[in-house]
């Protein structure tokens, strides 16, 4: 989850790396929506100072069937994490804030992460495959 953190707090702060790099963190429905976002953004002139930190995990299920790796059917855990965006601001082009001054400094998401290759990769190829903002009392930064 910090590579995934870490490689967004990257490509936010510098348009000129390349978002392939998404590829390495993310699988599925999240990679389009990340590159989206992130074409979106940078067409807009938009960058990121500071970064956004992990701030709590909470496993919520696994499930280990790959009965049917092609149907989708792979190991996948939903995982919570609170992050904390205290210390981030987005720009403008011209240098100005885009954030709204009633931002929360905290958030909840509940992540999938899955492994579409885990007969050859059981370690190492666990992707976030999708993601959704959940309403949960705010964690400490």
Not at 21 to 38: A, D, G, R, Y
Not at 55 to 60: A, C, R, Y
């Amino acid at each position: 989850m910090n590579d995934y953190y870490a490689i967004r707090n990257q490509l936010r702060r510098d348009p000129t790396q390349p978002l392939s790099m998404l590829k390495s963190v993310t699988i599925s429905t999240e990679l389009m929506t990340q590159q989206t976002l992130f074409k979106r953004e940078r067409k807009q002139g938009l960058h990121q100072t500071g970064e956004t930190k992990v701030v709590e995990l909470q496993v919520q299920s696994v499930n280990l069937d790959n009965s049917d790796p092609q149907a989708g059917k792979v190991p996948t855990v939903q995982i919570d994490v609170c992050f904390d965006v205290s210390g981030v601001d987005v720009l403008d082009a011209d240098g100005k804030s885009v954030v709204t001054p009633d931002r929360p400094d905290t958030g909840w998401i509940r992540y999938s992460v899955a492994n579409y290759q885990w007969d050859s990769d059981p370690d190492g190829a666990w992707r976030i495959a999708s993601s959704q903002d959940i309403e949960r009392t705010p964690c400490d930064a």
